[in-house]
C-alpha cells in the first residue's frame, strides 16, 4: 500500500535551512516525476520543485538558486534541501509522487515549515 510520509519540516531563522524529506511504504513503479508543493491557508497549492524519472528538475522562480530537489525513483524517496529560508517560504509542504501509466497522483500528507524574521 502506497504511503507518503514527509518529515523534515520545523521552525527556522530567516537565512536558515531545512531538509525535508518524503519516504514511500509502498512501491510505486512507472513514475514520471516526484515534486514538492507548498500550500499557504487560503491559497492555491502551489508547485515548489520537480524531479522527473532521467532526472530533470524544474523550480518555482521564488526558490530557484536557493532549493534543491533530489530523489531516488526506485526507493520512491524525494528530498527538498531549502537554504536561504524567507519568511514567505512559510507553508505546509507536500510530496507528491506521479505515477505514469494509468496516470495517479499520490500525496503525503504535509509538513510544516515555519520560517521567523
Known amino acids: 500500500q502506497v504511503q507518503l510520509v514527509e518529515s523534515g519540516g520545523g521552525l527556522v531563522q530567516a537565512g536558515g535551512s531545512l531538509r525535508l524529506s518524503c519516504a514511500n511504504s509502498?512501491?510505486?513503479?512507472?513514475?514520471?516525476?516526484m515534486n514538492w508543493y507548498r500550500q499557504i491557508p487560503g491559497k492555491q497549492r502551489e508547485l515548489v520543485a520537480v524531479i522527473t524519472n532521467s532526472g530533470s528538475t524544474n523550480y518555482a522562480d521564488s526558490v530557484k538558486g536557493r532549493f534543491t530537489i533530489s530523489g531516488d525513483n526506485a526507493k520512491n524517496t524525494v528530498f527538498l534541501q531549502m537554504d536561504s529560508l524567507k519568511p514567505e517560504d512559510t507553508a505546509v509542504y507536500y510530496c507528491?509522487?506521479?505515477?505514469?501509466?494509468?496516470?495517479?497522483?499520490?500525496w503525503g500528507q504535509g509538513t510544516q515549515v515555519t520560517v521567523s524574521s
Open positions: 509502498g512501491t510505486i513503479f512507472s513514475i514520471d516525476s
Open positions: 507528491n509522487v506521479v505515477r505514469k501509466w494509468p496516470k495517479v497522483n499520490y
